[in-house]
Structures are given as structure tokens and as C-alpha cells.
């Protein structure tokens, strides 16, 4: 499982060359990524499984220790951390509104202030639906980076390739999770 993950992180962040948007005749912005789940779950109960470090890294990271109030600062985990093939990346939350709105910037450089012109903004609202919730993830700031267009058509698709393979992760785990109580 662990070596599942790192290959997944890795997809995210080695940088391979792309072909250039331009030159390919692709039209896509690469601006904000989105995406919308329903989870049988209570929305205080997904808040919890995306936001606390121990539920975290059932369906995300290897390992996570980060403080999840606003303003909390962490890093998340993937790979063994001792391997130098490990990625720590720095986590900074932005908004924690329990039960319906987390969000946290990360990919910012260690030991810099996350901004948006160095870091992503990733969004969870969560909204009561039925005895559900839909989650609804945003992901924003990829153009701000002003990263080469190569490198953000690869960005833009590693990051939607990894939450297309960790939020059907999340909905197991936390309906496994409530199924429990």
C-alpha cells in the first residue's frame, strides 16, 4: 500500500517533459481543478476523515501531522520518510469551518510562507445531502505559478490523476468507517 502511494505522489511531482499545450492544439486552461463525491456519511463525520491527521492517512497520505484550525501548519507524508525517495510536503490550512469548509494551501516551498503565487489552494465543501454528504474539492492556483506551459499541463493533470485515485479512497474509508459505529 505504501509503495502504491509513493508511486501515485510521485506521478504528482516528478516532472517528466510534456509536450507543449500550445503546439498540441489543446484548448484546456488548466486553472481549477474540480470535483464532486457523495459519501454515506454525515458531514461532521467527513469533516473529521479530511481534515485529522490519524484519518487522513487511511486514504491520503502516508503520514500526516499538522495542526487542522486555520492557520495550523503541517506537512503530510508519502513514501517512507526515511527513504529519500519520500515526499514531505508543507500544509498550511486556511479555513476550517466544521462541518462544512476545509481547505489548506501546500506545494510551497519549505520554510516559506505559502502565498498564492507559490503554493495550491485545495477546498472541501461539505453539504448535507439526504443522510449523506456531497463533497465538493476545488483545487486552485496552477496558472498563479507561473510554471512553463509544459510544466503546467503536467502539473494540472498529475494533481487530477491523484485526486481521481485518493477520493474514491476517501469514500471507502470513511463509509467503512461509519459502517463500524
Known amino acids: 500500500m505504501c509503495n502504491q502511494r509513493l508511486r501515485i505522489w510521485r506521478a504528482l511531482y516528478y516532472r517528466d517533459v510534456q509536450p507543449n499545450v500550445a503546439e498540441s492544439g489543446l484548448t484546456m486552461e488548466y486553472g481549477n481543478l474540480e470535483r464532486e463525491i457523495r459519501i454515506d456519511a454525515s458531514p461532521e463525520v467527513v469533516f473529521e476523515v479530511i481534515s485529522s491527521p490519524e484519518h487522513l492517512k487511511e486514504w491520503w497520505p502516508d503520514e500526516a501531522d499538522l495542526d487542522p484550525s486555520a492557520g495550523g501548519t503541517g506537512e503530510i507524508v508519502f513514501g ?95 463509509e467503512r468507517l461509519v459502517s463500524k459505529s
Request: glycine fraction near 6%.
Open 80 to 174: 517512507d520518510r526515511t527513504s529519500p525517495e519520500a515526499n514531505v510536503v508543507q500544509v498550511t490550512v486556511v479555513e476550517a469551518e466544521p462541518p462544512r469548509l476545509f481547505s489548506f494551501r501546500w506545494t510551497h516551498p519549505k520554510g516559506d510562507a505559502p502565498t498564492p503565487s507559490n503554493s495550491l489552494l485545495v477546498t472541501f465543501r461539505l453539504e448535507p445531502s439526504g443522510a449523506g454528504t456531497v463533497l465538493r474539492l476545488t483545487e486552485t492556483g496552477f496558472r498563479e505559478q507561473g510554471w512553463e506551459v509544459a510544466v503546467l499541463e503536467e502539473q494540472y493533470q498529475e494533481h487530477s490523476t491523484g485526486w481521481d485515485y485518493f477520493l474514491p479512497r476517501l469514500v471507502k474509508y470513511t
